[in-house]
C-alpha cells in the first residue's frame, strides 16, 4: 500500500459554479486503508471512518478534513498531530482527541515508518446544535464556538487516554451487533454517545479522584492487552509505553489494584483460558498448553494442577470437590 504522496483533495461542481467538499481524493494513496462504515458528513450530519494504513513517508491527512466539522480522532496505533490557531493536540496510541476546522485549512500530520489505525468520527455543526442544544453550557469552548459560528482561540481539545470500555465500543462500531435494518438508529445512538463522552467539558475532578481512576483505567489496559495475545504477551517494558506510564509505575499500581503482580494475573488468565478450551473439547492437553503460551508440558501441568485441584487431562471431569479443595488451598 503507497501512502508516499498524498492526492490532492477533489471537488464535486454544483449547479450554482461552487464545490462540494469531498475527502475522498486526500485517501487515495492510502486504498482501503480508507473505509467509510456508517453515516454522511452532508446527509445525516455525522460520518464514521475507519483508516489502517502504513505511512512509507510523513503523510498529511489535513485535507480529509470537512470545513465547519468537529471530527473526534480515536487513535489505536501510530502517532501524529493536528494544530491550528496556536493549539495542538498530538495522538500517541490509544489516545482520542477533536478539532474543529473552520473555513481555513488546519495543519495535520501522520509519522512516517508507522501502522496508523484510528477511527474518526465527522460531526457537522448543525447535527451537534440539534442533539447538544441543552447541553451548551457543557460543551467544550472548542465544540460551542464551532456551534454559535463564533471565532475560536483555539481549534483542538486536550487529548486523553482511551479505557477499555472505548476500546470495545470501537470494535462494535466496526462490527456492529444489530440487524442492518436497525443500524441507522443504533449508530446515531453510538455517535451521540461519543458526543457526549468527548465533547462535553466533565467536571473537576479531586486530584486523587483523577489519580485512582487513571489507575483502574490503565489497569483495565494491561488486562486487556494480556487477553490479546497470552501465547506472545507484551513485555512489561512494552506494555509501558503502550499505556504510556513507565513500567515501574505501571507494576506498582497494578499490584495495588489487583493484589498480584502482572506475571501472577497473566498466569491466572492463562489457566482460565485453558481451562475454557479443554472444557470445548477441540484441542488435545499439549494443544492447549501452546495455545496459552506454555512451551513446556510438565509446567504447564503443574500450574494448571495448582490452579484448579486436577492435572488438565481429567479436567472436563474433575468432580466439584476436587475444584471446592483447590479453592480452599489456594485462600
Not at 31 to 43: D, L, V
Request: one cysteine or more; a neutral charge; aromatic letters at 10%.
Amino acid at each position: 500500500m503507497n501512502t508516499d504522496s498524498p492526492s490532492p483533495v477533489s471537488s464535486r461542481h454544483r449547479p450554482d459554479g461552487g464545490a462540494e467538499f469531498s475527502e475522498a481524493g486526500a485517501w487515495r494513496d492510502v486504498g482501503a486503508g480508507w473505509q467509510k462504515i456508517f453515516g454522511s458528513f452532508r446527509g445525516v450530519g455525522y460520518s464514521i471512518e475507519w483508516h489502517d494504513f502504513l505511512a512509507k513517508r510523513e503523510f498529511d491527512w489535513a485535507p480529509s478534513f470537512h470545513p465547519d466539522c468537529v471530527e473526534l480522532c480515536l487513535n489505536l496505533d501510530g502517532h501524529g498531530f493536528v494544530e491550528g490557531n496556536g493549539s495542538r493536540a498530538e495522538f500517541a496510541p490509544n489516545t482520542a482527541g477533536f478539532y474543529y476546522r473552520q473555513k481555513e485549512p488546519l495543519a495535520a500530520k501522520r509519522a512516517a515508518g508507522e501502522r496508523h489505525q484510528f477511527l474518526t468520527v465527522e460531526f457537522s455543526c448543525p447535527f451537534l446544535a440539534k442533539h447538544l442544544a441543552e447541553t451548551k453550557a457543557m460543551l467544550h469552548p472548542v465544540v460551542r464556538a464551532a456551534l454559535e459560528g463564533c471565532p475560536c482561540e483555539h481549534v483542538t481539545g486536550s487529548t486523553m487516554r482511551l479505557t477499555t470500555q472505548q476500546l470495545q465500543t470501537i470494535a462494535t462500531l466496526r462490527q456492529p451487533p444489530v440487524y442492518a435494518a436497525a443500524q441507522p438508529v443504533w449508530y446515531q445512538c453510538k455517535a451521540l454517545e461519543l458526543a457526549v463522552t468527548f465533547l462535553v467539558k466533565p467536571e473537576e475532578e479531586f486530584f486523587c479522584t483523577r489519580q485512582q481512576r487513571l489507575a483502574q483505567e490503565r489497569v483495565e489496559q494491561v488486562i486487556m492487552l494480556l487477553k490479546q495475545n497470552l501465547a506472545e504477551p507484551p513485555s512489561l517494558e512494552e506494555l509501558g509505553k503502550k499505556i504510556g506510564c513507565s513500567h515501574f509505575y505501571l507494576s506498582r499500581i497494578f499490584s495495588a489494584q489487583t493484589g498480584q503482580t502482572i506475571t501472577q494475573h497473566l498466569r491466572q488468565l492463562r489457566m482460565e483460558r485453558a481451562a475454557e478450551l479443554l472444557k470445548a473439547r477441540e484441542l488435545n492437553v499439549t494443544e492447549v498448553a501452546m495455545e496459552v503460551g506454555y512451551s513446556s508440558l510438565s509446567h504447564f501441568s503443574s500450574a494448571f494442577q495448582e490452579t484448579f485441584g486436577c492435572c488438565p487431562g481429567l479436567y472436563p471431569l474433575a468432580t466439584t470437590t476436587q475444584k471446592s479443595i483447590a479453592t480452599k488451598s489456594r485462600s
